[in-house]
Every structure is written in C-alpha cells, then in structure tokens.
C-alpha cells in the first residue's frame, strides 16, 4: 500500500467535466494498492497521513498536522505507482491489485479515513480523472506499508 501526498492551496478532481471532489488547503493523497495489501494495513496508513507534522506553525516551521491545521483530505485511486519502469518502455502494472478487490480495499480506506478525519473527498475509482491541484510548498511525500 502506497500513498503519494501533497500538501495543496487547493486540489479537485474532475470525471467527464464534472467536479466530483475538492478540497481547499489540506493533502492530496493518491493511493495505490498492491497484490496482498489487506484491510489489516489500513489503520497504520490512515494514521501516518492525518498526523503528519507537515503544515506550518506560528513560528514557520513544518510542525502541524491536516487535522491541526483543519485542512481536508482528498483521496485518488492511482494504480500506477505501483507501475513498474525497469524493464522496456512501457510500464507494468502486474504488481497493482486491480478490480473488484481494489475498489474494496480502495472503499475501506476512505471509510476508515473519515471516520479520523473531516473533510476527506474522493475521486471515483477506476474513472479517468482529471485532477488539479496547487501545491503548497512544494511539499510531497511517500509513504508506504510494506507488512
């Protein structure tokens, strides 16, 4: 399991021209699920993102969470990060969970993510999305459960 996060101004996704989530100040969050990620995981994940130290205190300095800092949270489905580049030039998707199981796992995360946090909005999983965003910072980070 994988996230890759963005501290945002503001980001939204967008399905056939229509808004489907958006947020203002707060994380982008894309997840990608992979071959033996289990619902067991999703607690640990769910953690580490709405306590990360990455929003700005008084005094400058990188020392707030979304949740002190009353940001939202919006989450994406994004298979490609576990796209694999090693080999030709055409990336693998092997190791991604795909299908009915992903969408599972994909749902129990943002369920179990709202219930620790407010606002979180979604893309729609498995749809092309357009996604926009203005980052804050740039700050971008990687996190992965490997268990």
């Known amino acids: 399991m994988r996230l ?6 503001e980001a939204s996704v967008e399905v056939d021209g229509e808004v489907v989530g958006e947020i203002g100040p707060g994380l982008l969050a894309f997840l990608g699920l992979h071959h033996g ?3 067991q ?6 953690n580490k993102l709405c ?18 800092a009353g940001g ?5 489905s994004q298979f490609t990060l576990y796209g694999d580049c090693s080999r030709g030039r055409r990336p693998s998707f092997i190791d991604a969970l ?8 994909y749902g129990q995360f943002v369920e179990q993510l709202r219930k620790s946090h407010s606002p979180v909005q979604t893309g729609r999983f498995g749809a092309s999305m ?11 980070l990687w996190i992965e459960d490997v268990d």
């Open 98 to 105: 795909a299908g009915p199981e992903a969408e599972k796992l």
């Open 37 to 39: 990620d289990t619902a």
């Open 72 to 76: 939202g949270i919006l989450v994406v």
């Open 130 to 140: 357009a996604v926009s965003l203005v980052n804050d910072g740039p700050v971008t």
């Open 4 to 9: 890759l996060v963005q501290r945002v101004k």
């Open 51 to 68: 306590g990360l130290r990455i929003f700005t205190d008084d005094n400058g300095k990188m020392n707030l969470s979304v949740q002190d």
């Open 41 to 46: 995981q999703i607690p640990w994940m769910v």
